[in-house]
């Protein structure tokens, strides 16, 4: 080793970047893809990977970004859980000079410092596009002309970008339309099982008043149709269902028509990071945001589509 040391350029480990990722967890098959796109896209590039799952945990990504740090990888890039907290370890890496890419999820920090690039969807506009295609569909505007159209949402993970965000970009076209109502609202953590859960509790409070809903992802959309179908109810047609992601399980609820729309969200974001990553390291001035480009796709669409998903 030292032998090795003393010839310059001998020493191979220097010619690999190393990366730290501080994934949120494995909740939906968005993230599920997003973390092969990731992995996939590291080895292609031939970037280390010091890869790490929180387990939807704050405090778990924390841990993992202070090891980072005390490995002294070359770039840390993390999907944050949740938008606060985070200035002491994004000071931390900051001190040790390592720069901080942001994927998928925001944060909401004072110093824009402490952070260098931030890669990811516009989650506003998903909503304002759920809300949109909601307002535009047929047997909608229907119901809207005769009387009121009652909305449950399930939300994504409390107090995560995508969750603020959706919310807000779909009561944000609603607030125009006074026929909309939202009854209901609680979250579902982005997954199945809490998507059924909550939907089952919704149905018992409100059964046969609610027309819509509005999942912030497909799979608590799909575990919400299977509460619907146990209340004796049809997905799809008795209450109408919009979500975000597009992921293939939401093709196949749409093909089966239980699922009615859903809004794009890219996860295959790992070649433009490791594009990003291989930049800051060679000290280029990379963009400050960078948006995913991103469709919606209403049922009608969806057996065409399909073979084309790669999510
Ligand atoms: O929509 C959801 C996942 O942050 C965009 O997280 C991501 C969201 C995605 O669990 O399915």
Redesign the pocket.
């Known amino acids: 080793l030292v032998f090795l040391a003393l010839i310059p350029g001998a020493v191979l480990a220097k010619d690999s970047i190393v990366l730290g990722f501080s994934q949120?967890?494995a909740?939906?098959?968005?993230?599920t893809a997003?973390t092969q796109s990731i992995k996939e896209a590291a080895t292609q590039e031939g970037i280390t990977l010091k890869f790490s799952d929180a387990q939807q945990k704050q405090e778990n990504q924390i841990k993992a970004i202070r090891s980072f740090i005390a490995q002294r990888v070359n770039v840390i890039a993390f999907?944050p859980v949740v938008e606060t907290g985070w200035e002491p370890v994004l000071r931390e890496a900051k001190a040790a000079r390592i720069p901080v890419i942001l994927t998928?999820?925001a944060v909401s920090v004072k110093d824009e410092s402490l952070w260098l690039s931030f890669l990811?969807?516009d989650?506003v506009e998903e909503g304002r596009r759920a809300a949109k295609w909601l307002v535009g569909y047929a047997p909608i505007q229907e119901l809207a002309a005769k009387g009121e159209v009652n909305i449950v949402e399930l939300q994504?993970?409390v107090g995560?970008?995508?969750a603020i965000d959706r919310k807000k970009g779909f009561e944000e076209v609603l607030k125009d339309q006074p026929k909309f109502k939202i009854i209901r609202s609680q979250t579902g953590d982005?997954?199945r099982a809490k998507g059924k859960e909550v939907m089952e509790a919704f149905l018992k409070a409100e059964g046969k008043k609610i027309n819509v809903l509005y999942a912030?992802?497909?799979?608590m959309a799909i575990g919400a149709i299977q509460a619907i179908e146990e209340a004796g109810l049809k997905p799809g047609k008795d209450v109408i269902i919009v979500s975000?992601?597009a992921?293939k399980g939401a093709f196949e609820a749409m093909i089966a028509g239980k699922l009615n729309c859903t809004v794009e969200?890219n996860?295959q974001l790992g070649p433009q990071l490791m594009r990003l990553v291989k930049d800051v390291v060679a000290g280029k001035q990379v963009p400050r945001r960078i948006v995913t480009q991103e469709s919606v796709f209403p049922q009608e669409s969806a057996a065409r589509e399909f073979p084309n998903r790669k999510y």
């Open positions: 949120v967890g909740e939906s098959e968005w993230r997003n999907s998928d999820r990811g969807s989650f994504g993970t995560s970008a995508p982005f997954t912030h992802n497909d799979d975000i992601d992921v969200c996860p």
